[in-house]
């Protein structure tokens, strides 16, 4: 995904918080909701992982502000913001009746 965003392939990307969340927890811990995105072992603590990047994000204010901080050097949502995508057709996050807010991108 990242090489046709990087490529000029995407003009938009639509999609649920968790595409931001799941990236950004990648890109910062190597997990995905606590299991190794390299092995599939679970990871001692790993759980926690998910949380901790949600806050990274609120702590910087936003992905764009965590990509400026050099906290976050890669996945979709860097090459997404790096693209400026979200400048000429936004990329959106879209939350369902369940969720009461979206993560701030």
Not at 25 to 32: A, I, N, P, V
């Given at each position: 995904m990242c090489r046709l965003i990087d490529g000029g392939y995407?003009?938009?990307l639509l999609a649920g918080n968790a595409l931001a969340v799941h990236d950004v927890?990648?890109?910062?811990?190597?997990?995905?909701l606590?299991?190794?995105?390299?092995?599939?072992?679970?990871?001692?603590?790993?759980h926690s992982h998910h949380l901790r990047a949600i806050n990274e994000v609120r702590r910087a204010g936003s992905i764009a502000n965590l990509i400026a901080a050099g906290r976050l050097d890669g996945g979709v949502m860097h090459s997404t913001i790096r693209a400026g995508i979200r400048g000429r057709s936004p990329a959106r996050s879209v939350t369902t009746v369940r969720c009461r807010r979206r993560s701030p991108t």
């Open positions: 995407l003009h938009g927890e990648s890109r910062l811990y190597g997990t995905s606590g299991i190794h995105a390299g092995s599939g072992d679970s990871i001692e603590g790993g």
